[in-house]
């Protein structure tokens, strides 16, 4: 099988790396495609890619949160062309912002966490009110690895922010705070209906973001039934392949969906859990290849 890793980073990138390692394990041939290589070519009805060897059968998409407009669209045009994606255009365009993917979530019936979507000084003020007062979570919507998160602890900072990241076009993600005390984060990776590792993850003092890039420490965590089923279904509703999903338990034991990562990073598992991630997810794409093409 001829796999397709689409990626703006080098082999030198952990997933990168380990995916192209696991690749060829298995026997198959799999490449990098970075976005700037490619052109996406209309013509006649057809649709066709041009770059450097570039004809996967399956192609894993792995730019992140911050992807651009020019590399979904590169996304589409690969699967319009016949090429079998891991995580396709409508669950891509729909997780890349974080209030469309919550909003999606808690149409599906999905606990997420009280949010506000606001684009001037004055509306992020009324949020913060309605949210019961500072502090509250400030998010870029287009942000990855715990970048573009702030707790906004005075309201007369949010201009800022709005500034900063230019909330009048794009908007800000303004969110109740739910403090670390007694607060448990989990990572949940997700392969089709399958979990293979979760992680509870714990801020660095002084941090209340538990991301493993903000020096977070990560352990291996042995998910309820309950919490299972509520990953699976919030990568369901968001009509994602593989997922990682982030939930936090307050100390009532209520779970919140806060973000769901279509190209999650595995370095952290695969250090606290020993499993060799990478080989589940080329595993995963036979599997999900076999079935396209009617294999048993």
């Not at 990626?7 to 990098?32: I, M, T, V």
């Not at 900072?157 to 900063?164: H, N």
């Not at 990776?189 to 990560?218: K, M, S």
Request: net charge positive; with cysteine; aromatic share 6%.
């Amino acid at each position: 099988m001829n796999i397709g890793i689409l990626s703006a980073r080098d082999r030198n990138y952990h997933p990168n790396q380990r995916l192209l390692e696991a690749s060829r394990k298995r026997g198959h041939e799999a490449r990098l495609i970075h976005p700037k290589h490619c052109r996406s070519l209309l013509a006649h009805g057809d649709m066709t890619i041009e770059g450097p060897g570039i004809r996967p059968e399956v192609l894993l998409p792995r730019i992140g949160a911050t992807i651009n407009d020019y590399a979904l669209a590169l996304i589409r045009h690969f699967e319009l062309s016949g090429t079998q994606l891991i995580n396709g255009f409508p669950a891509i365009a729909l997780t890349r912002d974080k209030f469309l993917g919550l909003q999606t979530l808690a149409a599906g019936g999905i606990p997420v966490p009280r949010s506000i979507l606001v684009s001037n000084p004055g509306n992020l003020e009324r949020a913060v009110e309605d949210l019961g007062g500072c502090p509250v979570v400030v998010k870029a919507l287009r942000s990855r690895q715990g970048e573009g998160v702030f707790l906004l602890e005075h309201p007369s900072d949010g201009a800022e922010l709005v500034e900063r990241f230019d909330a009048r076009n794009l908007g800000l993600l303004v969110q109740e705070y739910i403090p670390p005390a007694g607060r448990l984060d989990v990572r949940l990776f997700v392969l089709g209906d399958w979990i293979p590792a979760a992680a509870a993850l714990t801020p660095q003092e002084g941090n209340f973001r538990a991301n493993i890039h903000q020096n977070g420490r990560a352990r291996i965590f042995a998910p309820e039934p309950a919490l299972v089923d509520l990953a699976i279904k919030a990568k369901r509703a968001l009509g994602l392949d593989i997922a990682g999903v982030d939930i936090i338990i307050d100390r009532n034991g209520g779970p919140r969906v806060i973000e769901v990562n279509y190209s999650p990073g595995f370095k952290g598992l695969e250090a606290v859990s020993g499993l060799d991630i990478a080989a589940e997810i080329i595993h995963y794409v036979e599997r999900v290849h076999a079935r396209k093409n009617g294999d048993r």
